[in-house]
């Protein structure tokens, strides 16, 4: 069964930094997007990040020039550098990765989130 387990989130101070890790498991065949989403106390899950599998990178324009998505597929990781964080950076933070399992076929999986606060 492939699952993703996410890591590094907590609290942290405006202006300051924090690196979300998310890793996969399980027999993969393949990985495809790597994202990473977010979610607001009382809003809905957008997207933050992407980088495809073809090398591209994506990202929403509220952290353009602040975070950093990077991807490992020997290890089957995927980072989120967040720098210069602000209060509204504050939410769940999920990473999506696309996949071939061995025994799922093609399927997109959710890692559990993790919490970011941006607060002084």
């Known amino acids: 069964q492939v699952q993703l387990v996410e890591s590094g989130g907590g609290l942290v101070q405006p202006g300051g930094s924090l690196r979300l890790s998310c890793g996969a498991s399980?027999?993969?065949?393949?990985?495809?997007?790597m994202d990473w989403y977010r979610q607001a106390p009382g809003k809905k899950r957008e997207l933050v990040a992407r980088?495809?599998?073809?090398?591209?990178?994506n990202y929403a324009d509220s952290v353009k020039g602040r975070f950093t998505i990077s991807r490992d597929n020997i290890k089957k990781m995927v980072y989120l550098q967040m720098n210069t964080l602000k209060p509204e950076d504050t939410a769940v933070y999920y990473c999506?990765?696309?996949?071939?399992?061995?025994?799922?076929?093609?399927?997109?999986?959710w890692g559990q989130g993790t919490l970011v606060t941006v607060s002084s």
């Open positions: 999506k990765v696309a996949v071939v399992g061995a025994q799922e076929g093609y399927l997109e999986v």
């Open positions: 399980g027999r993969i065949f393949s990985i495809y997007d």
């Open positions: 980088f495809t599998s073809g090398g591209s990178t």
